[in-house]
């Protein structure tokens, strides 16, 4: 039987497609044609109202494109939220499948069909099908939360955090590191707290102690951290150890004690700013990602005013914002809710058109330059260049991109030397260093 999948949302949510996918792995074969496919499976992410909307709006076209007698199955967070709602919403899917039903989703696919799928496989992550190139892997650490920030669902939809054993993840690196993989990306929902829940402490740089003995030639990237858990213990074993990106995702939300206490952060402005400051301090080639909030309930213009003189004077490598999406059953729906959709985008545009300026002229660092370890990842036929990324640049779409250009043919993975000849606020041009 043939199957036929999308992953909405997050990594993370790849992660568990992936591992839906191993589950099924006997018994379908994945095909990236929806009208050939005897089963298609929506994996959807319910973070904020726009994913939501995506999600369903996924649901209802495939729905209207797939065959008669095609069973089409909507899993992810838009179901464990919903599934009450949208099984009356939404007659076209035939069957919602929670997140706190996968252990069982060989069984529930097995009993749609009425066959001999083998529903015994485990929904692990050491039984995957994976979906990125060989040359990255994202390994999920943790699920769930511990944090309660006033304007996120996650903990309601992925409960507590639950770690791995550090075992269990060791022996999911050595794989894939003897696959071939070169970049290990490190996420959870809240990747510093990686442990707390086995053993009452952080235990994130036990874990990477652990991983970077592994044989092989390989880095690992951390996604996901907390900035109030960003200790001197990991940043010093980050400076200190070759395997580890100089890359640290640490989401903020905001600059202002105001905002922060009312969205529930534990973090403060000076907290921020002197951690921003001893990254840059103690690794000067560091890259910082942080992604902010604009519109939140409480928030006046003078807020995003000192954010903005906050963005041009910490000149943060790579900065994304979003508008205050609200969602039910959060502390935010407590609040006065007043500000106009209009006015939160005016705010938007305010912080990334600032953002913009700062990121152009921090690439222009990197004119003339030559940067080692840039793996290809793509090649755009209009251009006629190759597309890389190297350590500064995630593999998420978000930070941007390296664009190439070479005389000779570039294979996927193929890691080469760039000469920098030209940028713009959010890409890097050069030629390849033979």
Do not use: W
Request: one cysteine or more; charged letters at 30%.
């Amino acid at each position: 039987m043939n199957l036929y999948m999308v992953s909405l949302g997050c990594s993370k949510n790849r992660v568990d497609s992936e591992m839906i996918l191993g589950v099924l792995k006997n018994d379908f074969e994945l095909v990236d044609d929806i009208k050939a496919s005897d089963l298609i499976i929506v994996n959807t992410c319910a973070f904020i109202e726009s994913a939501k909307k995506e999600a369903i709006d996924t649901i209802l076209d495939i729905s209207e494109e797939k065959n008669k007698d095609t069973k089409l199955v909507v899993c992810g967070c838009l179901s464990q939220r919903y599934k009450d709602d949208l099984v009356k919403l939404l007659p076209e899917v035939d069957r919602f499948i929670t997140i706190d039903e996968y252990g069982n989703i060989g069984k529930i696919i097995s009993s749609m069909f009425k066959s001999d799928i083998n529903h015994y496989s485990e929904f692990s992550p050491l039984n995957k099908i994976y979906t990125t190139p060989d040359y990255y892997r994202y390994i999920k650490i943790s699920e769930g939360c511990l944090n309660r920030c006033a304007f996120c669902a996650i903990p309601l939809i992925r409960g507590k955090l639950k770690s791995r054993t550090i075992d269990d993840i060791v022996a999911e690196v050595k794989k894939v590191i003897s696959d071939g993989t070169y970049e290990i990306n490190l996420i959870s929902q809240d990747t510093t707290k990686y442990g707390y829940d086995l053993e009452k402490r952080l235990m994130l740089v036990d874990l990477l102690k652990e991983l970077v003995k592994i044989e092989g030639d390989f880095k690992i990237r951390l996604l996901y951290l907390y900035p109030e858990v960003v200790t001197d213990e990991l940043i010093d074993f980050i400076k200190n150890n070759d395997k580890m990106m100089h890359y640290f995702d640490i989401p903020i939300q905001h600059s202002e004690d105001k905002i922060l206490k009312y969205m529930f952060r534990r973090s403060n402005k000076e907290l921020i700013t002197n951690l921003f400051k001893k990254i840059k301090s103690e690794i000067p080639d560091s890259i910082i990602r942080t992604t902010l909030i604009v519109g939140f309930p409480y928030e006046e213009e003078s807020d995003v005013t000192n954010l903005v003189d906050f963005i041009n004077e910490m000149k943060i490598d790579r900065l994304g914002a979003f508008t205050f999406s609200l969602e039910e059953g959060t502390k935010a729906c407590e609040y006065p809710n007043i500000i106009s959709e209009d006015e939160k985008n005016k705010r938007y545009e305010m912080v990334m058109e600032s953002q913009s300026k700062i990121a152009y002229e921090l690439n222009k660092r990197y004119l003339n330059r030559v940067l080692d370890d840039c793996f290809i990842t793509g090649y755009d036929p209009e251009s006629y260049l190759y597309i890389a990324r190297n350590y500064m640049y995630a593999p998420d779409d978000i930070d941007g991109a390296i664009f190439v250009a070479s005389t000779r043919e570039l294979n996927l993975g193929e890691r080469v030397k760039v000469k920098i000849v030209d940028c713009d606020s959010y890409s890097l041009t050069g030629e390849i260093v033979e």
